[in-house]
């Protein structure tokens, strides 16, 4: 079913833009303070949030989530841009957009089902962590000295701090009296009102950079088209474009269970390399999705395209005309709002059911978090996912079981249970006898299943065993795969297969 044609029709096109509004909001410290990570200009990274969420809420397979400049994209683009420029990241941003485009045309997106439930909430509970340790950067200010930052004290640390429980209470409070409005937005506006009117010492927009602008200009990435470029910017854009959609995917399966629909991962990868193919001929750093601000959107009750391209657009009103509005905004209230961003998005039951699940799927669940935290996004999956793929291989080995019995013609039967694969042959070969065997075995596959090559060699070896004592050994009840993969290996397997006319092999369809 297409999520999209479903929302459409029951629009609250109210809801939907108040919410878009509330993220633009939310957008643009995050896009000015990625920039400065990534080493470009702000307008860079505010091009990229706008060209990136507008593409991806009109063409992406998830309704709802918001895509814009990520800090998981900034930390790998810094090296490059010092090392060779700008001009190489907008290059680098092009051919990650093509590798995404790839990806989803080679329909990779479904790969996101390989990701187990302990590496999802421990990429969620991460996440939420580095999106609550990020906002300590705003309680930074230039020192004095004119060199590097120092922390805020005294007075403006206690009005700071104000500011941020005042948004949070209203956050937490307002659905209370009325649901009609985003309680962020809420919180937002009347912290403002209450910073500005009062004339209170603190943070503003202003203070990160400025956010005024034009269009964003269209040009061809200004290096040199030849092979050398190409080794600079391949092993980035890969990198990129493994890390963006990663977070995007694993972003859209969050926000599934959220609001119990189901988004297109193949679709998603389609639009985010389109996004970036774009966003790299008009200045921008690329992006992928955004947890923090697509909970905001969701939270508030956006579930259409509307919200995000509504997002982008006013973010785009933001750099042309209300630069100096947005400027004046505190600091404190956009921080009050990624503040309940992660306490929503923090998993809090995951610390309920660690001593419920098993011990691997708890430890894999506090390595992923951990290793989010510490290290990045891409490793924390990639190790997570490897971590649970042996753990489960080693319980697949270990559950192969194998029954014996001699008939009373003196043929001796060996039973097999679980599936024969790399990891369970050695277990496999171990459960045979073929000194105290008779002539004649039958090995019976009724509830087994050869799995890999390692399976069929598991069987010649095996084979090999009982022929070097002048021994006939049999298979039987094979599926029709099974017997394929031996039909496969040739010469390899020298086995007689019996056929069972009265035994009906399972399809996998």
Request: proline letters at 4%; a neutral charge; one cysteine or more.
């Amino acid at each position: 079913m297409d999520i999209s044609k479903t929302a459409l029709k029951k629009i609250d096109y109210k809801v939907e833009i108040l919410s878009g509004l509330t993220v633009a909001l939310a957008l643009v410290p995050e896009a000015v303070a990625f920039s400065f990570v990534a080493g470009v200009q702000p307008l860079v990274g505010l091009y990229a949030a706008f060209i990136v969420c507008l593409i991806t809420s009109l063409m992406g397979g998830r309704p709802g989530m918001i895509s814009g400049a990520t800090g998981a994209l900034a930390v790998v683009m810094v090296s490059l841009v010092s090392n060779h420029g700008v001009q190489y990241l907008f290059a680098t941003v092009i051919l990650m957009g093509i590798i995404q485009v790839l990806m989803g045309w080679l329909k990779l997106g479904k790969f996101i089902r390989l990701v187990p439930e302990p590496v999802i909430y421990g990429f969620v509970n991460g996440l939420a962590i580095v999106i609550f340790l990020a906002q300590f950067g705003q309680f930074k200010v230039p020192a004095v000295s004119g060199e590097g930052l120092e922390w805020i004290s005294g007075q403006f640390l206690y009005i700071m701090i104000a500011l941020i429980a005042l948004t949070m209470f209203i956050i937490q409070y307002f659905p209370k009296l009325t649901k009609s409005v985003p309680s962020s937005l809420v919180g937002i506006i009347v912290v403002s009102v209450i910073a500005i009117s009062m004339g209170l010492p603190t943070k503003s927009v202003g203070d990160l950079a400025s956010i005024k602008g034009g269009l964003p200009p269209f040009g061809v990435p200004d290096v040199p088209f030849n092979l050398e470029t190409l080794k600079i910017i391949f092993p980035y854009s890969l990198i990129l474009a493994g890390i963006g959609l990663i977070e995007s995917l694993l972003t859209l399966t969050l926000l599934d269970e959220i609001t119990e629909t189901k988004g297109q991962s193949n679709k998603e990868c389609v639009a985010q390399g389109t996004a970036n193919i774009v966003t790299g001929f008009f200045g921008g750093m690329g992006g992928c999705a955004m947890i923090g601000q697509s909970i905001i959107n969701v939270s508030s009750g956006a579930r259409t395209r509307v919200s995000g391209i509504a997002a982008s657009l006013f973010l785009l009103f933001f750099i042309l005309f209300g630069s100096s509005l947005i400027e004046q905004i505190p600091v404190a209230a956009l921080v009050g709002v990624m503040f309940m961003v992660c306490v929503g998005t923090f998993e809090w039951t995951s610390f309920k059911i660690l001593h419920k699940i098993p011990k691997a799927d708890a430890l894999v669940l506090v390595l992923v978090t951990v290793l989010t935290v510490v290290f990045d996004l891409a490793i924390a999956v990639l190790i997570g996912v490897i971590a649970s793929a042996l753990v489960f291989a080693w319980e697949s080995a270990v559950r192969i079981r194998v029954r014996k019995y001699t008939d009373d013609e003196g043929i001796k039967h060996y039973e097999i249970w679980g599936p024969l694969f790399f990891a369970s042959t050695q277990l496999f070969q171990e459960k045979f006898e073929p000194h105290e065997d008779p002539t004649e075995i039958i090995v019976d596959f009724k509830e087994s299943r050869i799995i890999d090559h390692s399976g069929i060699e598991a069987v010649q070896k095996l084979t090999a065993r009982y022929s070097a004592m002048n021994k006939r050994i049999r298979l039987k009840h094979l599926s029709e795969d099974c017997r394929k993969l031996l039909d496969t290996a040739g010469n390899m397997v020298e086995v007689n297969i019996m056929e069972d006319p009265h035994y009906k092999v399972v399809s996998d369809e």
